[in-house]
């Protein structure tokens, strides 16, 4: 499925459920699988209009700094580190980038209000889920920000459906009723 896909980011949380984080060489996959704390929870917010990854890609620059790419590192081994350790504090510096949000945010219109009003109101942070343009918050359980989420996004032009996700524990499952 990664050499279909040619992303084990995509295919290795779908088919093993929970908190997936891989690499692959052309060749091999090699994956560590943790649980997802139930103290997390995850809302998506979809915008009605689209965005092409052609587009999204193309505006992200040819090169990068050294010092943008160690950031950028240094968010990923955090955010990793967070979540097997249940140190979710650090979820809303883990979650900065400098890689492709900074250049995709001019084509997704509120992406920045709506983050910083989900900082605002408590949750650990946000981002741009893949090229976009869906974002997606991490919360803490029992922080309910889903009516100042609902607020912020009818200020602005375009309308945004805003949902809770269920965590997939198991991935994917195979029976008889799916053959």
Same mark, same amino acid.
């Given at each position: 499925a990664v050499k279909l896909e040619g992303h084990p980011d995509n295919v290795a949380p779908a088919l093993l459920g929970d908190f997936v984080v891989g690499a692959f060489d052309g060749e091999r996959l090699e994956y560590v699988r943790a649980d997802v704390s139930d103290k997390l929870e995850f809302i998506v917010l979809i915008p009605d209009f689209s965005l092409s990854t052609k587009e999204a890609r193309g505006v992200l620059p040819e090169n990068y700094t050294r010092k943008e790419v160690v950031f950028n590192i240094s968010r990923a081994a955090l955010l990793t580190a967070s979540m097997i350790s249940g140190n979710f504090d650090a979820l809303s510096l883990a979650v900065q980038d400098r890689i492709h949000q900074p250049y995709r945010k001019?084509? +997704?219109?509120?992406?920045?209000? +709506?983050?910083?009003?989900?900082?605002?109101?408590?949750?650990?942070?946000?981002?741009?889920?893949?090229?976009?343009?869906?974002?997606?918050?991490?919360?803490?359980?029992?922080?309910?920000? +889903?009516?100042?989420?609902?607020?912020?996004?009818?200020?602005?032009?375009?309308?945004?459906? +805003?949902?809770?996700?269920?965590?997939?524990?198991?991935?994917?499952?195979?029976?008889?009723?799916?053959?």
């Open positions: 001019k084509l +997704i219109p509120g992406m920045e209000e +709506i983050l910083s009003a989900a900082e605002n109101s408590g949750a650990y942070g946000g981002y741009l889920s893949g090229a976009g343009p869906t974002l997606m918050i991490v919360n803490k359980k029992g922080n309910d920000i +889903i009516e100042k989420l609902e607020e912020t996004t009818s200020k602005l032009d375009n309308f945004w459906l +805003i949902k809770k996700l269920d965590i997939e524990k198991n991935g994917l499952t195979v029976t008889e009723e799916n053959l």
